[in-house]
């Protein structure tokens, strides 16, 4: 049941530590035992910063809570959604 609202989504963070911040993202779904499905890591112009995508299907009421528990994360420096393409121009 919980999977049929579930949605596939990506996220995009960056910070330094890399090995640090991969297995504290892949808690944080854990934790609300959501699927990741897909995490590749990026270089970035500054060589201290990765860019890191992570797709996971979770409920879209959950993306503004998952988002806070990713920034709480020491070693990133930013986390946000990506825009799904099918909603329209994002408010705010």
Request: proline fraction near 2%; avoid cysteine; charge should be negative.
């Amino acid at each position: 049941m919980e999977n049929e609202l579930a949605v596939s989504s990506r996220i995009s963070v960056y910070a330094s530590d890399t090995h640090n911040v991969l297995s504290r993202l892949l808690q944080v779904f854990g934790k609300s035992r959501f699927e990741v499905t897909y995490m590749q890591v990026f270089n970035t112009q500054d060589a201290d910063l990765k860019l890191i995508i992570v797709e996971a299907s979770f409920p879209k009421e959950m993306m503004a809570l998952i988002l806070e528990r990713i920034q709480k994360i020491i070693e990133v420096h930013r986390a946000f959604a990506h825009q799904d393409e099918a909603q329209g121009p994002a408010a705010g």
